[in-house]
Every structure is written in C-alpha cells, then in structure tokens.
C-alpha cells in the first residue's frame, strides 16, 4: 500500500510538473510500463522501488523470527554464530533474493541484513540475562570508532570535502550487502550509548517525551514518515532549493508525525481502557 501511494504522488507531480523524471528513478517506471507485471513484483516483494524496500526486508526478518527465537532461547550463541555463517555465505558467493520484472537483486541483500536483526536479538537476550557488561577498553575504542565515523561521513564538518568518498575506496561499507564497517559502526554507536547511560540522561530534557512518543509507534511512524518523504522529495525537485524551504519542510513532517503518534496513542489507551471495563 505504501508503494502503491508513493506511485500515485509521483504519477501525480510528473502529470501535473510535466517531470517525466519523477516517474523514470527509483524503479517508478515499470509502474506505468508495465502495470501488469509491476503489480505481480510489488505483491511478490519481488519489486521494490526506492525508498520503500525497507519494508521488504523487514517482512523477511518477522517470517525469520520464530527460529531466531527458538535458538536463542537455547543458545544465543549458537544462534548469533549461525547468523554469522549465512552473512558469511552471502558475502562470498554474492547470493542474495533476485529483483523481477527489472532483473537485478534486492538493495538490502536480507541473506547479509539478517545479522544486524540476529545482533539485535543477540543483545536483547543478554539484557534479559543480567546486562551488557561495559569493558573500559572496548568502551573507549568504540567512542573512538564513532568520533572517527563522525568525522569521514560529514568531510571532516565539511573541511575536507571528498574525505569521504576518499575512504569510501577501502572500507567496506557497501549497503547492499552490509559491508563490515556498517556494522562495526552501528554496534561501536550502540555500545557507547548503551553503556554511557545517556537515555537516562536524556530523559531529562523536555523533548524525550516526544521522541518517546514516535519510538512507541515507531513502524506506523516509519509508514508515514515514507510517504512525506516521497512528498518531500518531490517539492524538492518541483521548487528551488532553499535551506528555510527545507527547514520548514522538516518542521512540519515532524509536527505531523508527532500529531500522528499522538492519535496512536490515544487508541492504545482507548483499547486498553475498554479492556479493562470489559474484564
């Protein structure tokens, strides 16, 4: 359903703008090609466009949670070992889920993907088991890794234009098949959040509420948080750029994804409420 929107917003600009451009990128185009066999890949997952297939991915790792659990019940290491060996697989043969009606493979490759999922259970097992434990070394290498990430990704804050796609030439970053350096980067951020107590922190400030409140809710967040970004990436490419365009852009989606979340909120509180009066 969210692909089928993003589809009609963007056939909607290009019909409006005359942007035939906005129907040619991301995969849009098979869409109104081939609506046949578009729709068949879209149903199948087969078929992803830009933006959206994330989504994808995620059905895979739900079908997959059943058996994740049941192993790491026993043994989350034996679980998290066994992800291991299938990201392991994946990386030297290449095999990842082909892309129809365009050929091709998915973006997010879900046979690599599925270790990031499998560390996430790894590390939720081990809380429920007595904590992560914080070792000072790690700890201070992983601050070290983030500050370092920090400064490659923004060009040095921007001082270093091209630092970036400089080291992009020997890091194995790749997001297609979850190079190594994506995941030593978002485990290093993790363990220095984890383990510096900053949620605790955090709390404090008047904003935690909110970002709370959009974390509860976070995949019908996530929903429509896709669709502004399909309208937004169409203002974009519709009007000049202009940084208070943006700003105010942003703004807004996160006043409409807070008032969202709110609307969300009071259905849960409704539900449970009703439920209580029914028991």
């Known amino acids: 359903m969210l692909t089928v929107v993003a589809v009609l917003l963007f056939g909607a600009a290009a019909a409006?703008?005359?942007?035939?451009?906005?129907?040619?990128?991301?995969?849009?185009?098979?869409?109104f090609s081939?609506?046949?066999?578009?729709?068949?890949?879209?149903?199948?997952?087969?078929?992803?466009?830009?933006y959206f297939n994330i989504l994808p991915l995620y059905v895979i790792f739900m079908v997959a949670t059943p058996a994740l659990f049941v192993l790491g019940l026993r043994d989350r290491w034996k679980m998290l070992t066994a992800s291991i060996g299938m990201y392991a697989i994946a990386r030297v043969s290449g095999l990842n889920l082909p892309s129809w009606p365009d050929g091709g493979v998915w973006y997010f490759n879900p046979m690599s993907w599925q270790l990031m999922f499998a560390l996430g259970m790894f590390c939720g097992f081990g809380a429920q088991q007595g904590g992560i434990s914080k070792y000072r070394a790690v700890y201070w290498s992983a601050h070290t890794f983030t500050l370092a990430a920090a400064v490659i990704v923004s060009n040095a804050f921007g001082l270093m234009p091209g630092l970036v796609d400089a080291a992009g030439q020997y890091l194995d970053w790749d997001k297609t098949q979850l190079g190594t350096i994506r995941i030593l980067d978002f485990t290093a951020l993790a363990y220095v959040i984890y383990c510096s107590r900053m949620t605790a922190r955090l709390k404090a400030l008047t904003i935690y509420p909110a970002a709370s409140l959009l974390g509860r809710h976070a995949l019908?967040?996530?929903?429509?948080?896709?669709?502004?970004?399909?309208?937004?990436?169409?203002?974009?490419?519709?009007?000049?750029?202009?940084?208070?365009?943006?700003?105010?852009?942003?703004?807004?989606?996160?006043?409409?994804?807070?008032?969202?979340?709110?609307?969300?909120?009071?259905?849960?509180?409704?539900?449970?409420?009703?439920?209580?009066?029914?028991?």
């Open 34 to 50: 081939d609506p046949l066999r578009g729709a068949i890949g879209i149903l199948t997952l087969s078929h992803q466009i830009g």
């Open 16 to 31: 409006i703008t005359g942007r035939d451009a906005l129907l040619a990128e991301h995969g849009r185009g098979t869409l």
């Open 220 to 279: 019908p967040v996530y929903c429509i948080g896709s669709v502004l970004s399909a309208v937004g990436q169409i203002m974009t490419e519709t009007f000049p750029a202009s940084p208070l365009f943006d700003v105010l852009l942003i703004g807004m989606s996160l006043k409409v994804l807070h008032e969202f979340a709110l609307l969300m909120e009071r259905r849960m509180v409704g539900g449970l409420t009703v439920s209580v009066h029914i028991s």
